[in-house]
């Protein structure tokens, strides 16, 4: 057959697909659909702030005022996993399980989209918990930090949503939708709290310790402790290079699956 | 193949396409061409390779052998995909979503789409746009899709179980749609269980039968390919006595009555008439394209049956 006299058709002149338009539409949509749904929007957005309020203020309140700026790092951090986990893993699953992965497939819908969509919400997700967390901690903790801490502490947080991202990716496009959820708290909330983002490792028996750089979430724990003047011994390049290396292993694992499956 | 000497430049082509799915060889060397203006209907029992035949076109899964163009490009390319509509039958969309968000969502995709009121209009909208996609009926979802499949203005459309759960109305819109689309030079490739849609909208068939095609041609032409003629009657004479007899396709026995298939009505008739006088409750039909379908499938049925169950 000769593929050269197939028609490509004829297209109106100056008219072409504007991608910015469609990571708008996309992330967009994709809000819309997680705010329409407080089963998911509830959990993420209140919950490190209430936990902040209990172990932070209520009951690390009465010792120094240590507990409040420890765990003001460390709920944020517990915010952007939870952010980047749930957001990419049980949307990914539940879009694949029903078919509308497919079909955006095979509809001209730009790959990238999709991708930036889930990426920007999550990150706005995790700037909403930080401020939160930031508005508790100065107004009912006594927590002082400069401005360059405050800003540092944001970025970190918020970026370190990605590594979390990377993970969630994997994760749905492995689960089914109803699978999902309870894969990612298998994951959530044993890491969170072996990672010291609940309470300090340092009230916990010393194993727990010794164990926590097996965990992501330690290390960007320990980035974000950092930035408010509370640094651990660990030097920040291998905290950078463990979530890098996460990030890039869970995104070649994701991909490679997303392509071969329908 | 026929198909060869079409005048028309096709939109999209497999040519010698195989693709293996764990035991089963869901396609085995499948060409199959999809002309502009045309409605071409792709039939088959469940487990033929219908959807596995749609999804290598779309790029949805790869072919382990064969080409497939799409647009002069492969499918994998989203160049070639902007041209293209798809309505997937399993593809359920998001339900939170209002309908008029998912058609603006989907508008984006395309470089040059339609109008949302054109949209509206086309696939028959009026009042839904503002309505959450998980609220709507079964028939009203399934016109969402088919506004969202053709809101890109595509040259080719794909269209996969279209009108199921629509009621007549509503069926009959997507068919003055359909019919529309193709006036304007739309190619459609149509897959449906009713052969009645087939025979109203397609014109090409396509039939597919474990992985293969077993007949390409309109539809007179595929009901040509099988028993042209449906002889009934009540009598003495056995089925398999007549099975044997030149020009028989098929003769059974049915409540009580003797069915036979055969290419012409007239010879057999005679000898059926000379045999037995006493022939009563003579029927004789023009094989449907249903007929011609079922017909052509069953005699492979046996032989693939437990192939099949999982290649699709």
Redesign the interface.
Known sequence: MDTTTMTTGTRRPGTRVRLWRCYLLDTRCELLRLLREPMYIIPTLLFPALFYVMFGLLLGGRGSGGAARYLLATYGVFGAVGAGLFGFAVTLAIDRERGFFALRRALPAPPSAWLVARLLIAMLFTLVIVLELAALAVAFGGVTLTAGQWALLWTVTVLGALPFCAIGLWLGSLASANAAPAWVNLLFLPMAFLSGLWLPLSMLPDVFARLAPVWPAWHLAQIALGATGQSGSTPLWLHLLVLAVVTVACCVLALRRLVRAV | MSE?ANPL???A?L?DVRRRRGAVQALDGVDLMLP?GQVTALLGVNGAGKTTAI?IL????PADAG?I?L??RHPSD??A??????M?Q?????E??QVG??L???R?????PRSVADCVALAGLDGLLGRRYGRLSGGQQRRVQFA?ALC?RP?LL?LDEPTTGLDIGARQQVWRAIRRLVADGVGILLTTHYLEEAEALADRVVVLDAGRVRAVGSVGEVRAQVAQRRIRCTTVVQADVVAAWPGVRTAEAVDGQLVVMAEQAEPVLRRLLETDPQLDDLEVQRAGLAEAFVAMTAATDIASDTNRQEAA
Do not use: I, K, M
């Open positions: 060869n430049a096709p939109l082509c040519a502009a999804e779309l790029g949805l899964q080409e163009v647009f002069d989203l160049e995909r902007r041209h293209v509509g798809v997937l399993q593809a359920q969309l998001p939170r979503l968000e998912l603006s969502l989907t984006s995709w395309y470089p040059d969202l890109g040259q794909f």
